[in-house]
């Protein structure tokens, strides 16, 4: 009991490149965790196969005490939710953000049925409204700014109640007020006792918001080192994963990394 994920040797293989490579890891109950790694280590892999959207090709993921390849993901998925580019991209340009957001009930993008619930759109209107949203109801999602768009889409991931709630980059592309906005609405959710455990993908030690209790540093597809943040966050570890000697600092729980000058 516990486990939220559960992954042995996992390996996923494409044609003749390894995207992983052996990894294993596991994410318990009220964890919270943050993945850095060079462009390409396979991050968002990693997710893919965290959120029941890929299938290893080798290893085992359990998931939410499920095995993945013995489970109907469709059943596995509204248990995780998931806020990445790639699904960002899938939204209807018109879509209304309210709709965006209720959608995520139906694991759709795009409103396919008239009638939802109205319990669905109370508690998708209470969610835009806990991240800042709730004057965009009726907005066109393409119309948003991306910040707004990070938000309406976490609010998105949020609907279902998961368990697991993972998120590729939330702060790509936001303007530096609008990273330490979200950066600040993350350790407030990573505070609450009620939020689900959390896995956050970033290229930038500055977006490690406080709180975060667990660190998996990747490079090649595999592990340079995994565990709590403050053991796991040193200039040596990060230094080994982005390839390059880095200086670390650490300020009111922040950190901040830039190159070691020789
Ligand atoms: N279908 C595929 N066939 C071959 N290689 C692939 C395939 N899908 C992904 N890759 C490669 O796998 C590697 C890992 O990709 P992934 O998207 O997981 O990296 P990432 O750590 O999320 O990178 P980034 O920080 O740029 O988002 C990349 O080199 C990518 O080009
Ligand atoms: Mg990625």
Do not use: C
Not at 43 to 52: H, N, P, V
Not at 122 to 139: E, I, K, P, Y
Not at 151 to 163: F, Y
Not at 164 to 184: C, F, N
Request: hydrophobic share 45%; glycine share 8%; charged share 25%.
């Amino acid at each position: 009991m516990g486990d939220v994920l559960e992954l042995a040797s996992v390996r996923v293989v494409r044609g003749n490149k390894t995207l992983l490579n052996d990894l294993s890891w596991q994410v318990k109950e009220g964890e919270r965790w943050v993945i850095l790694g060079p462009n390409g280590a396979g991050k968002t892999t990693l997710l893919q196969i965290a959120g029941a959207r890929l299938h290893p090709t080798s290893g085992v993921a359990g998931i939410l005490d499920e095995v993945l390849g013995a489970v109907d993901v469709f059943e596995l998925r509204p248990r995780i939710g998931l806020a990445s580019a790639a699904l960002a991209n899938q939204i209807p340009e018109h879509e209304k953000v309210l709709n965006v957001v209720v959608t995520a009930a139906y694991g759709v993008t795009g409103r396919w049925r008239e009638q939802y619930e109205r319990d669905d759109e109370r508690r998708a209107f209470a969610l835009l409204d806990a991240w800042g949203m709730s004057t965009f109801l009726n907005r066109p999602f393409a119309s948003l700014s991306e910040g707004e768009r990070k938000r309406v889409q976490i609010a998105r991931a949020l609907m279902t109640d998961p368990e697991l709630l993972l998120l590729d980059e939330p702060a790509a592309g936001l303007d530096l007020a609008g990273r330490e906005d979200l950066v600040q609405r993350l350790s407030d959710l990573a505070a609450s006792d009620a939020a689900p455990a959390i896995v956050l993908v970033t290229h930038h030690l500055e977006e490690v918001p406080p709180g975060f209790t667990h660190a998996l540093l990747m490079r090649d597809g595999g592990v340079v080192a995994q565990g709590p943040v403050d053991q796991v966050l040193t200039e040596e570890n990060l230094s080994t994963t982005f390839g390059l000697p880095l200086s670390l600092s650490k300020q009111n729980g922040r950190f901040s990394a830039i190159a070691r000058r020789a």
